[in-house]
Nanobody
Framework: QVQLVESGGGLVQPGGSLRLSCAAS????????MGWFRQAPGGERELVAA??????NYADSVKGRFTISRDNAKNTVYLQMNSLKPEDTAVYYC??????????????WGQGTQVTVSS
């Protein structure tokens, strides 16, 4: 059993910053990739940022403002969000591709954390 637990969401004014964290726990042999998606009201879930094998990629809308990082020792991924805009308002979901001790690889999702950017 694998769990992803997110933290760090909240309400912030435009131009402000937030840092999201997502910790993976459970039967983990290895983590292939970790990333963040978001879903705004009435919208589809979209990729925000992801990291795998030392490489990272970002949605065009967040390049230069968001930074994804990973602490392998803690099985944790972070999303530093700066210069936040109202259009960044969404529920943010952590995502990970994890191989368990039965050598089975699955995709896991966190429960989601609300980020609201408003004055």
């Amino acid at each position: 059993q694998v769990q992803l637990v997110e933290s760090g969401g909240g309400l912030v004014q435009p131009g402000g910053s937030l840092r999201l964290s997502c910790a993976a726990s459970g039967s983990i042999l290895s983590i292939n990739s970790m990333g963040w998606f978001r879903q705004a009201p009435g919208g589809e879930r979209e990729l925000v940022a992801a990291t795998a094998g030392g490489t990272t990629n970002y949605a065009d809308s967040v390049k230069g403002r968001f930074t994804i990082s990973r602490d392998n020792a803690k099985n944790t991924v972070y999303l530093q969000m700066n210069s936040l805009k109202p259009e960044d308002t969404a529920v943010y979901y952590c995502n990970a591709r994890i191989r368990n001790h039965n050598w089975i690889t699955n995709t896991y999702w966190g429960q989601g954390t609300q980020v609201t950017v408003s004055s």
